[in-house]
């Protein structure tokens, strides 16, 4: 069973920065792509980032501000995130597609920006 722990969310201000981490039981070679999404309340699941050996893509809404790196050695994604809006808050979910079983997904991690 694929795991992926999520780390790094918080409360931050408005043009803050943070960067989540997520780390993959697993070689991250393992998988078709790796990627972050997001829920607001009240709002669907949303793709905001995805990453491949091939490269990376980015909601509109995030380009220019995110960025999501991979570290092979330590099996983990990251999602660096710069000039955070308030509308950036939502529960963030680290996704991995398996070759072999599918995707899988993380257990979420908060991120709240403030006004």
């Known amino acids: 069973q694929v795991q992926l722990v999520e780390s790094g969310g918080g409360l931050v201000e408005a043009g803050g920065s943070l960067r989540l981490s997520c780390a993959a039981s697993?070689?991250?070679?393992?998988?078709?792509?790796m990627g972050w999404y997001r829920q607001a309340p009240g709002k669907q699941r949303e793709l905001v980032t995805t990453i491949t050996g091939s490269g990376s893509t980015y909601a509109d809404s995030v380009k220019g501000r995110f960025t999501i790196s991979r570290d092979i050695a330590k099996n983990t994604v990251y999602l660096q995130m710069n000039s955070l809006k308030p509308e950036d808050t939502a529960v963030y979910y680290c996704?991995?597609?398996?070759?072999?079983?599918?995707?899988?997904w993380g257990q979420g991690t908060q991120v709240t920006v403030s006004s």
């Open positions: 996704n991995a597609d398996s070759y072999f079983t599918g995707p899988h």
């Open positions: 697993e070689s991250i070679f393992r998988f078709k792509s």
